[in-house]
């Protein structure tokens, strides 16, 4: 919000505030492809989100044969953050299979902050391949969309997810006792984040 000051005028935003864009994709990292959805990804996205076991502690029920149509449709425009509450979704690809999903979402614009969220298909799990997407993720989130601020939340149970935030050096920065009634029970929320000044000291060349 902008501040008021003492005599009444609003304060500008701090220089050097500029909006995020739509970042040049698809992205290539050592392993993986990083690319809008397509509707021909289907069978793959069914392949983990229609698991029970990945959507454990995700705000989603497995995904249905017949809800993937719409799961995908939903998601294909998502592909650039130049309005507040813009997101973008990508389809994460390996040896030419895709195996999961990253996702990077705005606030409003001018706080320059970015929530982002993954998906991973488990038989690819365990080989550092959501680290290598979600690194490219955070490379895009600073130095593309000039974030300032990146964060992530998780059910503290969800150990993978917690591991993954800090592998990409995420700091945890809250934890909330049952804030949220998710899945019949009352739920616990971490919260990791990354500043762009942490991310510029640990990827200096990024
Ligand atoms: C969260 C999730 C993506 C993490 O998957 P993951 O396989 O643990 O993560 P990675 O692909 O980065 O692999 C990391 C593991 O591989 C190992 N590894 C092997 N080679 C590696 C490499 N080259 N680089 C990094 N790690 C490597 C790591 O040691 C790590 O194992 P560890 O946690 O036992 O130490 C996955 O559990 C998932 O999709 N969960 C379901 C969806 C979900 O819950 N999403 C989040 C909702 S908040």
């Not at 290598?132 to 969309?145: V, W």
């Not at 969800?158 to 935030?165: M, Q």
Request: proline residues 6%; contains cysteine.
């Amino acid at each position: 919000m902008a501040e008021v000051t003492s005599s009444g005028t609003a304060r500008a935003e701090p220089a050097g505030l500029r909006p995020a864009a739509a970042p040049v994709l698809p992205r290539r990292t050592a392993r993986l492809v990083l690319r809008p959805f397509r509707h021909d990804d289907e069978s793959d996205v069914l392949a983990y989100r229609g698991r029970e076991d990945v959507v454990r502690y995700m705000p989603a029920d497995p995904l249905q044969p017949a809800g993937a149509h719409a799961f995908i449709a939903e998601r294909l425009p998502a592909t650039q953050i130049t309005a507040d509450e813009d997101g973008i979704i990508l389809a994460v690809e390996y040896e030419g299979r895709m195996i999961g999903d990253l996702l990077i979402k705005a606030g409003r614009l001018a706080d320059r902050q970015a929530e982002i969220g993954w998906a991973f298909n488990p038989e690819f799990h365990g080989r550092g391949l959501a680290t290598e997407a979600a690194r490219e993720l955070l490379m895009m989130a600073f130095d593309d969309l000039d974030m300032h601020r990146v964060w992530a939340q998780l059910d503290p149970r969800n150990v993978p997810s917690a591991r993954l935030c800090e592998r990409l050096g995420m700091r945890r920065e809250a934890y909330f006792r049952q804030d949220i009634w998710f899945k019949g029970e009352w739920g616990d929320t971490a919260v990791y984040a990354l500043l762009a000044a942490e991310w510029r000291a640990a990827y200096p060349a990024g």
